[in-house]
């Protein structure tokens, strides 16, 4: 390392701040952690408690539990009133187990298999290819599952937290009302079916995945009480005929963990099976038209170039002339208040 010498005084180019920022990113994700392994939030949820209380309860000592609880603050995972902390609706809602919203899965998701891949982040740069730790950039997220090391159960419950608020504003989202047979082609836990199905009674809904995630789709399935509405069916999207009669089918989180090349034969497949009239929803995260937005996009969007071989978001426009070119008509694109979006298509009438 060179050494650094004053020379002469000169002005600040330009603040540091972000850089530092940057260089906290991991502290503030060891933070969150933290707390929530403390048991924190779900201490908070009760009511709120001053200093010296959760010292007590959470047995820590009071010079850095005060130091952590300033930092929550801070950073809007807790708030301050009267010498007392509590829970802001953030943490509230996502950070507390009993909540219809918690995260708890996606977390642990996390820490147990994403971050390990994004410790050799620079190699998948270098290398372009996935770095699924043990797996020497072979296969996928899903092959992955298969190794015992890798908990499905985990995976899928991760998914499942992250599509019960994207599955209520899919189901507010888009007028399902012309359509009865719904089919969700990697539908995971079914959150998406649940919530349309929820929404739209007239909707029957089977989740198309792989046996051993249905599996676990069918207790998702019972505790929400949908058993007589959503159904699943084993099988392998891309060598297996598509479960027949549906009149509208839903992509998410799918088509952008194996791009749009791979997707190609599943798309032409549902074109096949839908009635004229039937449609096709892409419901996933897009890029802005530049590629250089949203942030957190291209952030899911390396970490489907660290676990999977060819995935990686787009923006709505490749979507959209990619069903145009596939045959689909009346293609349109909805923003939604998401991080996901919808772009759709329907099988042409005559
Ligand atoms: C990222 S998850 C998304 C789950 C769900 N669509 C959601 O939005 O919550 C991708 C799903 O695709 C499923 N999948 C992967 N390969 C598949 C295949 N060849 N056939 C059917 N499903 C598959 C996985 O098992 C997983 O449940």
Redesign the pocket.
Known sequence: MSTQTLTRLEKVPVSPELLYRLLFGRPMTQLLYAAWDLGLFQLLSKAPLTLAEICERLALPRHSTDMLLNTCVALGLLKKEDGSYANTPLSENYLVAENTFYLGGLLEHFRRHVFPAWDSFKEAIQQDRPQIVGDAGKSDI?EA?RRPDVDTELF?AA??N??VS?GLILAEGFDFSPFTRLL??????G??SLAVAERHPRIQAVV???PQ?CSIAERYIQAAGLGSRVSTRP?????DALPERADVVV????IH?FGLKRSTPILEKCLCALPPGGCVLI?EPMLYPGRTGPLTTLLSSLNMLLVTPSGGDVTAQDYMQWLEKLGFESVFYKALPSIRHLVGGFKPKA
């Open positions: 899903f599952t899928i998914m499942h992250l599509s994207d969700d082609i990697g539908g995971g836990s959150a998406l198309f995945d792989r995630v099988g392998d999207a891309f060598s992509l998410s989180l799918f963990a419901y």
